[in-house]
């Protein structure tokens, strides 16, 4: 499957932004997806994942209550709906297909190396 992720921006604190993702190729095997943000000079983290179908969704602490992640499989899209967003929410935001969700206790809760397939990123920037 190939992800292409779009909706970036600049947006002041406490603002919203949409962030989708669109994916195509062999969208028939069931994928869970991901998203990951980058900051610079920062190492990637998971902040969300959603189930092949939708029905399970996991987050990590610094986002859980006021992002939202959801998907269209009529449309193969995904989406995060992005609120209260902070200036710490700067970042280039990537989406990712793997297999499944899986959650880590402890500061990373997603890893980057059970995601095969990755979009390019898009960029948001919160200013305060």
């Known amino acids: 499957v190939q992800l292409q992720a779009s909706g970036g921006g600049l947006v002041q604190a406490g603002g919203s932004l949409r962030l989708s993702c669109a994916a195509s190729?062999?969208?028939?095997?069931?994928?869970?997806v991901g998203w990951f943000r980058q900051a610079p000079g920062k190492r990637r983290e998971g902040i969300s994942c959603?189930?092949?179908?939708?029905?399970?969704?996991y987050y990590t602490d610094s986002v859980r209550g006021r992002f939202a992640i959801s998907r269209d499989n009529a449309k193969n899209a995904i989406y995060l709906q992005m609120n209260s967003l902070r200036p710490e929410d700067t970042a280039v935001y990537y989406c990712?297909?793997?297999?499944?969700?899986?959650?880590?206790?402890?500061?990373?809760?997603?890893?980057?190396?059970?995601?095969?397939?990755w979009g390019q990123g898009t960029q948001v920037t919160v200013s305060s």
């Open positions: 190729g062999s969208t028939s095997d069931y994928y869970a």
């Open positions: 959603i189930s092949s179908n939708g029905g399970t969704t």
């Open positions: 990712a297909a793997g297999r499944r969700c899986k959650y880590y206790t402890g500061t990373y809760n997603f890893r980057a190396a059970d995601f095969g397939s």
